[in-house]
């Protein structure tokens, strides 16, 4: 199956130093959500989005802007995708605020809540969406600080930052937290990946039992190929060529295809009665 609206493979090889820079990539991802038109769904609200530069976190943000809401970016270095995203949010009308810094790191994860809710007047929506990936062929090759990175990342930065948000999240407010396919059925290559992925989807259906007596929702997108700059600057230029070409749609999902799940599980409108649930955009039909 192929959508005129998007590029068909196989893309250029290309490849990229981690984290990646949207500008350098062959085609360019869709992630500014331009012909996308919001109706107020989060009028009034703060949310923050992690690794709100590029991807899917641009798309995120841009999104719930054009649905009313003020949009704190939290990311690592990527300092002019940052900009560009804080650009378009505001062009919508709405307040940005960068938080660039460590999300593996405990403070960081704290500073960035306290940020938002000190400098936007409170905190309504919280997008875990932050990850690091590196794959290795074979176990005996996945290095102990690998390991440790990738769930200081990947997981441990998700509960640091969630654990910082309940202190402001009031009834009505949403968390939603980023996890792929390959929680759902892993990946040979990226076992460190796989294993906090899975652990983000645990993590959302024990999280979501707790809270829902406080009124907080709890919900989970799990993606599958995405055409984002985590893939030329970690797969490799040859795995980038192809990168999606499994899926049934023959070609990765972009960014804009991927942000609407997130304003159906922010906006208490549409998603007033889900939590704990796990939506899975991946282009392909998996068991279970």
């Known amino acids: ?36 038109r919001g109706s ?10 992690t690794g709100g530069d590029s991807g899917i976190g641009r798309a995120v943000a841009i999104a719930f802007a054009k649905e009313g809401a003020d949009v704190a970016i939290a990311y690592l270095s990527e300092h002019d995708d940052a900009r560009h995203t804080a650009d378009l949010v505001e062009q ?5 605020l960068l938080l660039p810094g460590d999300l593996s790191q405990e403070e960081r994860c704290t500073d960035i809540v306290q940020r938002t809710a000190g400098e936007l007047g409170g905190l309504d929506v919280l997008v875990n969406n932050v990850a690091m990936q590196n794959p290795v062929e074979d176990l005996a090759q996945l290095e102990t600080k ?12 998700y509960f640091w930052t969630t654990r910082a948000a309940l202190r402001y999240l009031q009834r009505g407010s949403s968390i939603i937290n ?43 997108v799990a993606p599958g190929p995405v055409w984002t700059p985590l893939i030329p600057s970690t797969m490799g230029a040859e795995k980038a060529k192809e990168f999606g070409a499994h899926t049934m749609f023959k070609r990765p999902a972009q960014p ?15 998603s007033s009665y889900y939590t704990g649930e796990v939506f899975g955009p991946t282009g392909q039909v998996l068991p279970g």
Not at 6 to 28: C, I, K, S, V, Y
């Open 256 to 270: 804009d295809e991927i942000a609407p799940s997130y304003v159906f599980f922010a906006s208490e409108t549409l």
């Open 146 to 157: 690998q390991w440790l990175d990738t769930f200081a990342t990947n997981i441990h930065g």
């Open 40 to 49: 107020g769904l989060l009028d009034g609200k703060v949310a923050l989005v």
């Open 178 to 220: 980023t996890a792929s396919v390959n929680g759902l059925r892993g990946n040979k290559s990226l076992v460190d990946y796989s294993a906090t992925k899975g652990a983000i989807i645990a993590f959302t259906y024990a999280l979501a039992q707790q809270q829902v007596e406080r009124g907080i929702r709890v919900n989970c």
């Open 1 to 36: 199956m192929t959508d005129p609206k998007q590029p068909d493979l196989p893309f250029p090889e290309q490849e990229q130093r981690p984290p990646g820079d949207t500008d350098e990539m062959a085609p360019r991802p869709h992630d500014e959500m331009r012909d996308y």
């Open 92 to 96: 919508t009308g709405r307040r940005s």
